[in-house]
């Protein structure tokens, strides 16, 4: 209900330049894997294909009543960074100050999942003064923790080594030596509560005191190395080659992509073993301007039985083009092979009204305003937590919405009474212009 809300608000917060699906040539409808209101769509080559605005502007999506949903770019930084922290079972042992360690042989009872269920104080171990280490159960995380976070009540200080291990018995250093404390002074406060770690995954951590302060009430959490960042898929396709002339001993080819991607890459494949040419791409605008993107030197050589080569070439930023011009110096045996590598657009939907759902592509007039649907995303997240991020929606087979016909550049129609009007105001101009000339020679000859 309360997403259903949003998407309302969403849908009154911008402007809708798209009304219908048939403003748009193509459409694929949502192939949807569950129940669910929150979509992401990664743009397969098909609909590049079908879209004719370079920035993918005329993208939309609608329900089965024909009415727009909301529909936005997704990117990394509408959601934010998974940050967790847990608290850790903590087990105090006492041992005597000449022990350097704990005698675990008999203190510790593991359930099947290896966590400590229950530790006790064996036979011989002093109790009454001495020093207090901690076992800490790690076993339940699913990452390794990159910080102690220590609580205790009132003030106090004390000094621990950080061991680790993997089966109660073998320890190793983690921290050799780290000071935790909380002092309080009239309305001064001075902490420092935190055991910084390399990142550590095993089961089990152990403070080692190094002297005899305690910590009343001693609470210790974790704070786990964040989530990897996703390192973004990254797809390939080729290029068609259109065009092929030599011109005083350079190569000239060019090529079109079946759509407006983001190239990030380009990777040619010689139609010979053996190459050696100075190559720069130009990306071909729609306004006819030529925009260098990259120049790098092609090899491609066999010395002593090892394979050399150098064939692909990172793209400079710039607009998004279907055609680029490769020129080589000097001329290659043959044209090569072009392949582009790009990063895939992905959208998120919003989905509202009845399904089935459809993403409709292709227009030369309409456009799409992106819906504000970040604050939609953080909701989600904050209900269904924090590594919660929109399934993936497959897009079934393209029909045809509006066709061909709305791909087509609109003819202007001449407003006849505006030209009137300008008509009518240029003679009235030219008039008193000539009036005034008139005038002039008539003084010119009075005097």
């Known amino acids: 209900m309360k997403l259903a809300l949003l998407c309302t608000v969403l849908l009154a917060a911008f402007p809708a330049r798209a009304s219908t699906p048939d403003d748009f040539a193509w459409g694929f409808p949502l192939v949807l894997s569950a129940e669910g209101s929150a979509w992401q769509i990664e743009l397969p080559p098909e609909v590049y294909a079908a879209s004719v605005d370079p920035e993918l502007g005329d993208i939309a999506a609608f329900d089965a009543a024909g009415k727009l949903v909301p529909l936005a770019r997704w990117e990394p930084g509408l959601l934010p960074a998974v940050v967790e922290a847990v608290q850790l079972p903590l087990f105090p042992v006492h041992r005597a100050v000449d022990a350097p360690q704990i005698d675990l042989r008999l203190l510790v009872q593991r359930g099947a999942d290896r966590s400590l269920q229950q530790v006790a104080i064996a036979q011989g171990t002093a109790q009454d003064g001495g020093f207090v280490d901690y076992l800490l159960d790690a076993s339940h995380l699913e990452r390794p923790i990159e910080r102690l976070d220590l609580a205790w009540s009132g003030a106090g200080s004390a000094r621990f080594a950080v061991e680790a291990s993997d089966d109660l018995e073998h320890w190793r250093v983690v921290v050799a030596s780290a000071t935790v404390l909380q002092l309080e002074q009239a309305d001064e406060k001075l902490q420092r509560r935190h055991i910084p770690l390399p990142p550590t995954a095993a089961p089990y951590l152990r403070l080692r005191a190094l002297d005899a302060a305690t910590l009343a009430a001693l609470r210790v959490g974790a704070t786990l190395v964040p989530l990897a960042e996703k390192r973004p898929i990254r797809r390939s396709i080729d290029a068609s080659l259109v065009a092929a002339e030599i011109r005083d001993g350079a190569g000239r080819y060019t090529y079109e992509l079946p759509g407006s991607f983001d190239v990030e890459r380009l990777e040619l494949v010689p139609a010979s073993d053996r190459a050696l040419a100075q190559v720069n791409a130009q990306a071909l605008l729609p306004d006819g301007y030529a925009q260098q993107r990259a120049s790098f030197t092609l090899l491609r050589a066999e010395q002593d039985g090892t ?141």
């Open 307 to 447: 394979q050399v080569t150098r064939t692909a070439v990172a793209v400079g930023p710039g607009p998004r083009a279907r055609r680029w011009l490769l020129e080589s110096r000097p001329a290659l045996d043959a044209p090569p092979r072009l392949t582009a590598v790009y990063e895939p657009d992905r959208f998120v939907v919003l989905l509202q009204g009845e399904g089935p759902w459809l993403l409709a592509a292709g227009s030369s007039t309409a456009r799409r305003a992106d819906a504000p649907i970040g604050a939609a995303l953080t909701g989600l997240r904050d209900q269904l937590g924090e590594k919660w991020e929109p399934p993936f929606a497959a897009l079934g087979e393209r029909r045809e919405l509006g066709g061909n016909a709305v791909l087509a550049a609109p003819v202007r129609e001449v407003d006849w009474k505006s030209a009137l009007l300008w008509a009518v105001l240029a003679i009235g101009a030219g008039a008193v212009a000539w009036i005034a000339v008139v005038l002039l020679r008539s003084s010119r000859a009075g005097a």
